[in-house]
């Protein structure tokens, strides 16, 4: 079973910018459509963004034209390039399997958007 550690989270203003990072291993990265997923406050988990293994991406709403999710499979890792960072973002941000994530997850990144 593939299993997945984030990193890059941190405190940054509102407009501002941070790149998450997914390390996969256990499993072949490369066979795998990934997700990153967010839990805010008080709210459910809910998909940021998605890409296939061949590298086609999708977006929640509240994020296209902000993020960017790749992947490098060479390295057995995925990223999330977030833009123009709003407090709404603000999660604890997590990366899995797409569309049907594995039931154990891993300890997520925290962003947090605040001045």
């Known amino acids: 079973q593939v299993q997945f550690v984030e990193s890059g989270g941190g405190l940054v203003q509102p407009g501002g910018s941070l790149r998450l990072s997914c390390a996969a291993s256990?499993?072949?990265?490369?066979?795998?459509?990934m997700g990153w997923y967010r839990q805010g406050p008080g709210k459910q988990r809910e998909l940021v963004a998605s890409?296939?293994?061949?590298?086609?991406?999708n977006y929640a709403d509240s994020v296209r034209g902000r993020f960017t999710i790749s992947r490098d499979n060479a390295k057995n890792t995925g990223y999330l390039q977030m833009h123009s960072l709003k407090p709404e973002d603000t999660a604890v941000y997590y990366c899995?399997?797409?569309?049907?994530?594995?039931?154990?997850w891993g300890q997520g990144t925290q962003v947090t958007v605040s001045s």
């Open positions: 899995n399997i797409f569309p049907v994530p594995n039931d154990s």
């Open positions: 256990g499993s072949i990265f490369s066979i795998f459509n």
């Open positions: 890409i296939t293994r061949r590298g086609s991406t």
